[in-house]
């Protein structure tokens, strides 16, 4: 897995690109949280270019959904691929993040 | 690479055979996956069912190389797959302590997100993406069995 970063003003967008399983998923959460830690607050993960994730993924999703809400910021998923859509929906997530059909949609939710 | 693996063709069903023996290591699940791929693709189940059956066996394989052992060396896991038709049937075994994962407590899916466990869901996933689980303790190994129909919609 690799993750791109791009910024809309005080947005980040991170797009995580190939799979998020219990191997890697670890890194992605504590690169994550360093960002929070470092004062972002407004988040985008882009997941057009995630082919596979697993609960390990979807964990780190969920903790930092709630790592910004405690800390008053906001997180929003853009553009699952169907397959990944499914996982979101079957887990519950769906329900409780927010899930935008692109980056820009996304970014405006976080505002 | 091609899996190790056979097809027969048995008064007129063809049930198809493939076995991968991966170690306790979480870097292998990228290779569980495509493993699955191929024989999806193999075998022309459907694409939905290929993508479950591979978040379904990596949260099983995921379970055993995190909790199954007691000891750091290393441990083989096997995993069977069999399609008859369009019915899949996937074994994993493992030679970890005694642990039936189908015990494991249901999350709940439904909580708002400030109560919504953060542990738990694979399980669920597993559950909700197949038809039919067991789980069996034989000779010192545990193994669990998944039943999927995979068939593509005609």
């Known amino acids: 897995m690799e993750i791109f970063e791009s ?19 670890a890194s992605l959460e504590a690169h994550v949280i360093a960002l929070i830690d470092a004062g972002e607050r407004r988040l985008v993960l882009e997941l057009k270019d995630l082919d596979y994730v697993s609960s390990a993924g979807l964990r780190v999703m969920l903790v930092t959904a709630k790592r910004l809400g ?3 910021g906001k997180l929003a998923l853009a553009s699952p691929q169907p397959a990944v859509r499914e996982i979101l929906d ?17 970014t405006e939710a976080v505002r | 690479l091609r ?12 049930s198809a055979h493939a076995a991968l023996r ?13 493993f699955i791929a191929e024989f999806g693709a193999d075998h022309g189940l459907a694409t939905k069912a290929i993508s479950e059956l591979q978040l379904a066996i990596d949260e099983l394989v995921t379970n055993v190389i995190s909790y199954a052992y007691a000891d750091a060396g290393e441990h083989g ?3 069977r797959l069999t399609a008859d038709g369009g019915e899949v049937t996937v074994e994993v075994e493992d030679d970890g302590q005694p642990f039936d994962p189908l015990t494991a407590p249901e999350p709940d899916v ?13 399980i669920h996933l597993v559950r909700q993406v ?6 069996r303790r034989v000779g010192g190994k545990n193994v669990v069995v998944v039943h999927k129909n995979a068939a593509k919609s005609r």
């Open chain 2, 22 to 34: 991966l170690k306790n290591r979480l870097s292998e699940l990228e290779r569980l996956g495509q």
């Open chain 2, 3 to 14: 899996p190790i693996g056979h097809a027969e063709r048995i008064a007129g069903v063809a």
């Open chain 2, 77 to 79: 896991i096997d995993v």
């Open chain 1, 70 to 72: 405690a800390a008053g």
């Open chain 2, 110 to 122: 439904d909580a708002p997100i400030e109560e919504r466990q953060i542990g738990g869901l694979g």
């Open chain 2, 130 to 135: 197949t038809d039919r689980l067991e789980y």
């Open chain 1, 90 to 106: 079957i887990a519950g997530l769906s329900t409780i993040l927010q899930i935008l059909p692109n980056a820009r949609a996304a």
């Open chain 1, 7 to 25: 910024r809309a003003n005080d947005v980040l967008i991170l797009t995580p690109k190939g799979r998020v399983d219990a191997s890697n998923a």
